[in-house]
């Protein structure tokens, strides 16, 4: 085995020291320079940090690291407690920038202080301000739950559309709540949930390049099977909770380790791609 795919230990400050030097530089370092000569002629021209032929969005990765997503992460969901489509709207506008275990924590006092839609649209948004403030923008949050009921009770009758050009005229509601609800509720893949976790780890994972979540977002969904959109979804979330956080990922415990060739990774049995991330 080429001494750049030996398994290494992380070192003390949690990098792994000397991994991202490509095949080529160890070479260099180890060989004569009859021997250098030799197998640095031998090594396919690549990108710097990269094999020849390597597609990062190639459909057989893509598989590969959906199948080890569902080895680790069977039959995960959404992290927010709710009991009907209007309860994991209220939870997702109020995860933002708040942890799911915070909202948890707001929601039950929050519904059985206001039971239904109705409540929350006859409030005004001062006096929800109280309630969620442990989560964070709760002025901003409090406009939008209540302008987010006022709408559907004036608008659908009440019941949270099932549509994404519908559920995106509710104030406060972009595509990823609305994927949340769509995708977690109605069972309905319209897109894929991209939020700080998906973010990291599809660019760690070299699934985009981009950093926007639009367009991040698109290009999921052009390589992801559409029946697996809100799986994968959930699946990516709790695995940035879980493994890959931001600092420090946990790549000794991840099942797509050796799929994955981000260049912050904190172990590595493969060569790390400069850029991946
Ligand atoms: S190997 Fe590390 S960086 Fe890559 S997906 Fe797994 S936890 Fe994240």
Known sequence: MARGNMPRQPSRSGRQEGVRKTARTLVKKSAS??????????????????KAGYNATAPERVRAIIAGLDQMYPGVTCALTHRNAWELLVATI????????????????????????????????????????STGFFRNKSKSLVGAARKIVADFGGEVPQTMDELLTIPGVARKTANVVLGTWFKKNDGVVVDTHVTRIARRLELTKNEDAPRIEQDLMQIVPRERWTDFSHEVIWHGRKLCIARKPKCVECAIEKLCHAEDKTWSTVEMHKGAM
Do not use: W
Not at 33 to 50: I, Q, Y
Not at 106 to 121: D, M
């Open 33 to 50: 320079r009859v021997e250098r000569r030799t197998a640095t002629k031998s090594l396919p021209k690549a990108a710097p940090g990269k």
């Open 94 to 133: 109020l995860s933002a920038q708040c942890t799911d275990v915070r909202v948890n924590m707001v929601t039950p006092v929050l519904f059985e202080k206001y039971p239904t839609i109705q409540h929350f649209a006859a409030l005004q948004p001062e006096e929800l301000e109280p309630d969620i403030r």
